[in-house]
């Protein structure tokens, strides 16, 4: 089974969170989203645009009272809700339904609505507005700041090695010549202990 929905229309009111009346619950956020059902009816004063309840929670809310205001444009995934609800002293319980936001886009269109009011940019926007050599020198400046970051983190010393001596050639001279005399010497033992080695020495 599949509940999955997208919706693209403006938000009809500012969106409204529950953080003002307590602080220690999970961010929420709630604001009617208006869509056109792009048609029009004969009847001039019927309404062609539905207004749909919609809810966010978490970082998605967050970004939600950062970057909307009423009469953004938005695009929202997300899963349709019916819930219910019963008033004291009433038998029949009331039912509603609502969209909870998995995710949201801002579109790019929506800076500055009819109200005046002047919404902060969101960073697909101005991703969008750099040049590519604006967006290749970001892109290197991400990278370099990864790299350090990650050298920083390993918290790693330089190696230390000793430095190698050099010898001069008087003193290769020697060396070889002790070791030439050594291999001599184990070769005299050696031709003492067996006779036979000793016949071919001779």
Same mark, same amino acid.
């Given at each position: 089974m599949i509940n999955k929905v997208v919706l693209v229309g403006r938000l009809a009111n500012a969106p409204k969170s529950n953080q003002q009346?307590?602080?220690n619950s999970v961010q929420c956020v709630t604001f009617p989203l208006a869509i056109e059902r792009g048609y029009k009816p004969r009847d001039e004063q019927a309404q062609t645009v539905d207004f749909l309840h919609c809810k966010a929670f978490n970082r998605t809310a967050a970004n939600i009272l950062q970057y909307c205001r009423k009469g953004s444009t938005v695009c929202v995934t997300g899963q349709i809700h019916s819930n219910r609800y019963q008033k004291p002293g009433e038998e029949k /319980?009331?039912?509603f339904t609502e #969209?909870? #936001? !998995?995710s949201i886009k801002f579109l790019p269109n929506f800076g500055a609505i009819k $109200?005046?009011? #002047?919404l902060p940019? $969101? /960073?697909d926007e101005i991703w969008s507005e750099l040049s590519d050599a604006e967006k290749t020198h970001a892109i290197l400046l991400a990278k370099e700041t990864s790299v350090k970051q990650m050298i920083a983190e390993q918290n790693t010393t330089p190696i230390k090695t000793e430095p190698v001596k050099v010898i001069t050639d008087d003193e290769s001279h020697e060396l070889l010549q002790s070791l030439d005399t050594l291999t001599n010497e184990t070769s005299q033992e050696n031709a003492e202990d067996d006779p036979k !080695? @000793? @016949?071919v020495l001779s």
């Open positions: 009346s307590n602080k /319980p009331q039912y #969209i909870l #936001i !998995e $109200t005046g009011d #002047i940019q $969101t /960073p !080695e @000793a @016949a």
